[in-house]
């Protein structure tokens, strides 16, 4: 009798340490995931952040320009490029369209506009300098009249000037 006894009460004891490893690695376990969790969403904010603030900084914008060939295409891109905030400007000859990336807090679309005005070269919203004009190399002496931003981007607009 006294024999059985003890074997039930050192049972009992065993049961008892076993939950209490079972509970004490579960609490590991869960401190562990909040700690990652913390790390990654950390992370996560700081790269949205940057993201951002890159946005708000540049622009992209594009717009025609009219021009010939090759050496059109220096001019063009020169006089963009010379515009203070401007990172990159490429113009597309078939196309005869310019795509800029410019700094919005150190310049504006109309002051690229009026830069490319001034080397002699129309845009869409200004007019190429005569003088610039008269200057150019006269393979470069485009025709007034060519048509810009031949992407079909601007065309809708195109279209309701025209009474069709
Ligand atoms: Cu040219």
Redesign the pocket.
């Known amino acids: 009798m006294n024999f059985s006894k003890k074997n039930h009460e050192h049972k009992s004891q065993n049961v008892i340490d076993v939950s209490k490893k079972v509970i004490l690695s579960v609490a590991v376990v869960a401190v562990m995931g909040l700690t990652s969790c913390k790390n990654e969403s950390k992370q996560a904010s700081e790269t949205t952040t940057t993201e951002i603030t890159k946005e708000i900084a540049m622009a992209d914008i594009s717009f025609g320009v009219r ?7 220096n ?1 063009i891109e020169k006089a963009a490029n010379g515009v203070e905030g401007v990172s990159n400007a490429t113009w597309d000859v078939d196309k005869k369209k310019i795509e800029v990336s410019f700094e919005e807090t150190k310049t504006d679309a109309m002051v690229i506009h009026n830069a490319i005005a001034d080397s002699g070269y129309d845009t869409e919203k200004v007019a190429g300098n005569e003088e610039a004009y008269n200057g ?2 006269g ?2 002496q ?1 025709d007034h009249d060519m048509e810009m931003n031949q992407s079909g981007e601007k065309k809708d607009d195109d279209h309701s000037n025209h009474d069709h």
């Open positions: 021009g010939n060939c090759g050496m059109c295409k001019t150019l190399p393979c470069c485009y």
